[in-house]
């Protein structure tokens, strides 16, 4: 599917305000508001939009800790792989997980109050999710500022 330069400028407004109005997405896009929903419902059709959102502040929100979590499961049949996702689905904390390579098969993100509510996490649900040989904990010291989604995605030519 190859997207114009006017579907490119429409998804990188979206990605940086996903409340910004059809009419300032317009702007940007230089057509018409009308043109534009028209072109918003189209790259939502095919599935190039997922959703709208807000970026949540984690610590103002008071969840002070944020681990990430490398875990190398016992398979790779792919029902184990389902459990271990569909487990993970489940359980309160987690915010990303993701299949990845290396010497690990899943890499977790997870948000916690605390250590002592990481620890609970980690005793209560880590150790419990399906086919987990090992659990290999990270933590975040500080988040330095990079490039936005909408930065990174658009930024070469094509």
Do not use: W
Not at 27 to 38: E, I, N
Not at 78 to 107: H, T
Not at 142 to 151: G, K, L, S, V
């Amino acid at each position: 599917m190859q997207l114009d330069a006017i579907d490119r400028r429409i998804l990188k407004r979206l990605a940086e305000d996903g409340r910004a109005t059809v009419g300032a997405v317009a702007d940007v896009a230089g057509v018409s508001p009308s043109a534009c929903t028209r072109r918003i419902q189209a790259l939502e059709t095919m599935g190039l939009i997922g959703g709208y959102g807000a970026r949540l502040d984690h610590r103002r929100l008071g969840f002070m800790v944020t681990a990430l979590v490398d875990i190398r499961l016992g398979t790779q049949v792919e029902e184990d792989l389902a459990a271990f996702e569909a487990a993970v689905a489940e359980v309160d904390g987690i915010v990303e997980c993701a299949l990845v390579s290396g010497g690990q098969d899943y890499r977790l993100k997870l948000v916690c109050r605390d250590l002592d509510d990481y620890e609970r996490l980690h005793r209560e649900a880590l150790g419990r999710l399906p086919g987990v040989v090992t659990i290999n904990s990270s933590f975040v010291l500080r988040r330095i500022p990079t490039r936005t989604e909408a930065d990174a995605l658009f930024a070469a030519p094509g």
